[in-house]
């Protein structure tokens, strides 16, 4: 069967099927990026890379690790996940010039995490450490207060140190466990680990909450810790309070918190239930659980919710009822303050599917665990960097978008960088949105780079 011709419908085909040439050597993907790589300048990140990774290839290597791991937290922010798109990024004319067309390859990169030696996890921790503690300078002292989760991540091979755990979403398949500290509000990652998918949130928690205190810069002031349900013991809620710290964590509902709650319905004139939203009321209560050395305080929350018919249709007349217990030794707030505090942790939850979806933190697909963790730090280090560039240079508003958003408005939107030296200049098409970040974003470049050679 032939299709209709005429010369109209064939002129048409062949102004849309046009020959392609691929010589120009100033188009990019990324020609904003230009404006991270000169805050990264501002604060000599290379340099910090050099200072905290003991590890040195041989002096007549091409590439040092510092090179090296630059290229990663780059490729990271950027959203080159897998190593087999690195390719990508090293094609792209745009970036070799931002990068002075020295820039190493997939396998380098593979190679280097297979090199580094085991001390190198603590290393870039300690990175991490002291790129918080550079930028701290730049920025007022602050109270904190900390976030915590933990997260179930795949694995779909024979990845060193998986185990088959509590897997959600693929029951059977072995998984790592990631936890995470993150500072309410502004974002910054403290510290993660990588994890055996059998180990309970709560394993080695002290331990990581110390890591996270140690990780603040001296400036930043831990005022509270929040974490759900996982989290609840007794050693932790001691730990805080020997130590002065808030905490506000919810509470398992075993059989002791039960039974508090079956005590407190029982005695409505001593606990009454306040109402403070349409399907919410809260009341309060200090008791100690029968395995604790001390009462602490209970914030009860109680949902009410119309109970269903045999036909599954709603009976507004009638209710049944949901609870939820946070313990909490925090004595200034209101319990309606203290739930709407708690409530606040679930941003943490936002940004794990930030970290995964954007940075990837669940692709562990490394067959050494150690590789695993160090490209791991490595991300985790590229989130922070990307946070305090959004946060720190690009106009409030932007403040609270995800990378995904980032790249989409602003990393990733195509250009031309024309010129060389002094005048040097990228080129995009009509953008009035762009045209105003990027002049907001060149300004504050310019006071921050004032204020860094001023201090």
């Known amino acids: ?60 290597a091409i590439f040092q690790p ?4 630059d290229f990663m937290v780059d490729a990271s922010i950027l959203g080159y996940s897998r190593f087999s798109h ?20 997939e396998k380098v990169c593979r190679d280097l995490l297979k090199a580094l030696p085991e001390e190198s996890v603590n290393e870039l921790r300690e990175l991490n450490k002291n790129l918080l503690a550079t930028i701290a300078k730049t920025q007022p002292a602050k109270e904190v207060i900390l976030d915590f989760d933990d997260t179930v991540c795949t694995v779909f091979g024979n990845q060193e140190g998986s185990a088959n755990g509590y897997n959600p979403r693929y029951k059977g398949r072995p998984s790592f466990k990631e936890k995470v500290g993150i500072i309410s509000k502004t974002d910054e990652l403290l510290n993660l680990t990588l994890e055996e998918g059998t180990h309970h949130s709560n394993h080695e928690f002290l331990s990581f909450l110390e890591s996270c205190i140690e990780t603040l810069p001296e400036t930043w002031y831990l005022k509270r810790i929040r974490a759900d349900r996982g989290f609840f013991d007794q050693k932790n809620f001691r730990y805080c309070e020997d130590n002065g710290i808030e905490y506000v964590i919810k509470a398992k509902m075993q059989n002791g918190v039960k039974k508090i709650i079956d005590y407190v319905n029982e005695n409505p004139d001593q606990y009454p239930w306040v109402k403070i939203y349409n399907t919410f009321s809260v009341t309060e209560i200090r008791i100690p659980l029968k395995s604790w050395d001390r009462e602490r305080r209970f914030v009860l929350i109680k949902k009410s919710l119309p109970k269903c018919n045999k036909k599954g249709q709603m009976l507004f007349e009638e209710f049944t009822y949901e609870y939820q217990a946070i313990v909490t030794n925090v004595d200034y707030l209101t319990a309606e303050e203290v739930f709407n505090d708690y409530n606040q942790r679930c941003n943490i939850e936002n940004k794990i599917d930030e970290l995964k979806e954007g940075f990837a933190f669940d692709q562990n697909t490394q067959i050494n665990r150690k590789c695993n963790e160090l490209y791991l730090l490595i991300k985790m280090i590229a989130f922070n960097l990307n946070n305090w560039f959004k946060r720190t240079f690009l106009p409030e508003d932007m403040h609270h978008h995800e990378i995904t958003t980032l790249r989409r408005i602003f990393y990733r939107i195509a250009g031309n960088i024309c010129g060389s030296g002094w005048y040097k200049h990228i ?29």
């Open 1 to 60: 069967m032939s299709l209709p011709q005429n010369n109209t419908k064939i002129n048409s085909f062949n102004k849309l099927n046009i020959p392609a040439k691929f010589d120009s050597d100033t188009v990019s993907s990324c020609p904003a990026f230009s404006y991270l790589e000169a805050a990264k300048s501002s604060i000599d990140f290379k340099s910090l890379i050099s200072d905290n990774i003991s590890y040195q290839k041989a002096p007549n």
């Open 427 to 455: 080129r995009f098409a009509p953008n009035k949105i762009l045209e105003k970040t990027i002049k907001h974003l060149r300004k504050a470049l310019t006071d921050f780079r004032k204020k860094v050679v001023l201090n």
């Open 86 to 105: 690195y390719e990508n990024l090293r094609e792209d004319s745009g970036y070799l010039k931002i990068k002075d067309f020295n820039v190493p390859s």
């Open 66 to 69: 510092a090179d090296i791991i």
